[in-house]
Structure formats: C-alpha cells, structure tokens
C-alpha cells in the first residue's frame, strides 16, 4: 500500500497528491512517469511523475477528474492509500549540457513538464517558461515555474490573465528576441504540440515533446500509444514519451484521437444515441 501523505486541489479538477514510496522516489528521473491503482477491482492509470523528494521518499502526482477512473483517484484523502504504485517506467531525458531552454505547457502539460525545468535549472540552464490555459483559474504551477524560471509568461485563451491568445504567439516573440536558445520543450494538448513544433521547425530550434497523453497500459503491450517518430513506429510507454517534435507525426495521432471520443462520453455518463453508460462497479 502507497499512503497519500498530502493532497492538494490546484485548479477545479486538476489535484496534487504526494504518495509515500520510497523505492521509486529513490530512481525517478526527469520523464518518468509511474502505474497506479486504487484497488484490486480498479484501472491500472498511468501518470508522469510531476516532482520527486529523494529524502523523504515522496513522489509526486497530479490528476485531472475527467472520466470514471480520474475521478475515482481524485476523490481519495489524505491517509488514503493506493494498492499499486509501479514505477519509474518510461525513458528519462537528459538535462546536461543545455544553457538557455525554453519551456511551454498547455494545460495540465505543467505537471510532466516541471521535474524537466527543475533538472535543467540543476545543471545550470537558463529557462524561460510559458504557462498556457483556457482560463486563469486552468492555470497550473505558476509559483513553482516562477521560482525557478528567469522569465515565465502565462497565455489565457480567454485574456482573464497574461496574454489573450496562444502559447505560439508568445513563443515565436520569444524566439525572435533570443538567437540563443538549444532547446524547446512542450507538453500539452496535441494540437499545441504539433503548433509548437512546426514553429520551432523555422527557427531551426531542435524540439522536445513528451506524449504521455497517449499511453493507456504503460508496458508497451497493448500498442495504444504507438506514434510514427521519423517513419517509424515507436511506443510512448517504452520509447519515451518524449521524442523529437520534429519527427512526431502529429497528424496521424490527431486523426486516432479521434476514434475514441463517443467511447470517452460513454465512460463519463453522457448520452449517445438515447443510451447513458450503464456499467456498474460491483
């Protein structure tokens, strides 16, 4: 049993936990992510590790309440435990050797973004940061991107805070200003990373994109986060999640993200064709 030392609510359905597990605190590494399951009749989740404490043998995660399985992990307290906590899975990335990185999030991206930024800013490299939302209240780990950013921009898509428009607008003046850059990272919706990459891709500004959105069983087996990287077919789970941004074929995984969204409603209690979702947790 993973015990849940603290929770945390930091947007409306979006929570922070910090799960005690010390054997896989102790090997995280930026890019991880880790499997957890509340109970024995529960899905397995996977879920990028967001932060990491050494010390105190603490992971953690952040979760966004958007179907059965979310809501049921978000709806745990402090004292609660999960049954399953496997981790760390998935490729890390290295953060040596960098000196000025910027880094975008869109959304709940700032979560597998963050370990990333904080590794960088370890080795030295400067960062700048931008936090995108729909809307001021979406936006996630501002306090913590400030602390470690030399420069953090935030983007609404409604304007309710920083800049009315999208991460790419205040990307590309970034990039404009700054001939310095070695890196960009993004993590976000899909359409945003794909923006991002073809923005990047003028500049000549090699890119990072981490698709951890994709995976669904974490072990490579079931094929459902496979993704063309440069012509061929790599696993998200096992190969990354995160690739050259240059090479993702974004297109193909915007046309498969497609097929599942009736199956999506389902599971959340909506209404297709006059029938809601009936299954019951015995």
């Not at 993973?2 to 979006?14: D, G, N, R, T, V």
């Not at 898509?157 to 890196?183: A, M, R, W």
């Not at 993590?187 to 991002?196: A, E, L, R, S, T």
């Not at 050259?244 to 064709?273: P, T």
């Amino acid at each position: 049993m993973y015990k849940i030392i603290a929770k945390k609510e930091l947007a409306p359905k979006i929570v922070k936990f910090k799960v005690l597990a010390p054997k896989v605190a102790i090997k995280a590494k930026p890019g991880h992510f880790l499997i957890v399951r509340v109970d024995e009749q529960a899905e397995r989740i996977p879920l990028t590790i967001a932060d990491y404490n050494r010390k105190e043998g603490n992971v953690t995660i952040i979760v966004q309440e958007v179907g059965y399985s979310s809501k049921e992990i978000c709806a745990l307290e402090e004292g609660d435990s999960f049954l399953d906590l496997v981790g760390p899975l998935g490729e890390h990335i290295e953060t040596e050797n960098y000196n000025k990185v910027v880094c975008v999030a869109g959304g709940l991206g700032a979560a597998p973004l963050y370990p990333k930024a904080k590794s960088l800013v370890g080795e030295g490299t400067d960062i700048i940061s931008i936090l995108g939302a729909r809307t001021e209240e979406l936006v996630i780990l501002e306090d913590d991107f400030d602390e470690i950013s030399n420069q953090l921009y935030i983007s609404t898509d409604d304007g309710s805070k920083g800049h009315q428009g999208f991460v790419t607008d205040v990307l590309k003046d970034i990039l404009e200003d700054n001939d310095d850059i070695d890196l960009v990272i993004a993590i976000g919706p899909m359409i945003m990373m794909k923006f991002v990459s073809e923005l990047t891709k003028e500049y000549g500004v090699n890119t990072m994109v981490s698709l951890n959105s994709l995976m669904v069983d974490g072990t490579g087996m079931c094929g459902g986060c496979r993704v063309t990287v440069g012509g061929e077919t790599k696993f998200a789970c096992v190969d990354g999640p995160a690739f050259d941004g240059h090479l993702v074929d974004f297109d193909e995984q915007l046309r498969r993200q497609k097929f599942y969204n009736e199956h999506e409603k389902l599971a959340d209690g909506h209404s297709i064709g006059g029938e809601g979702c009936r299954v019951k947790r015995n």
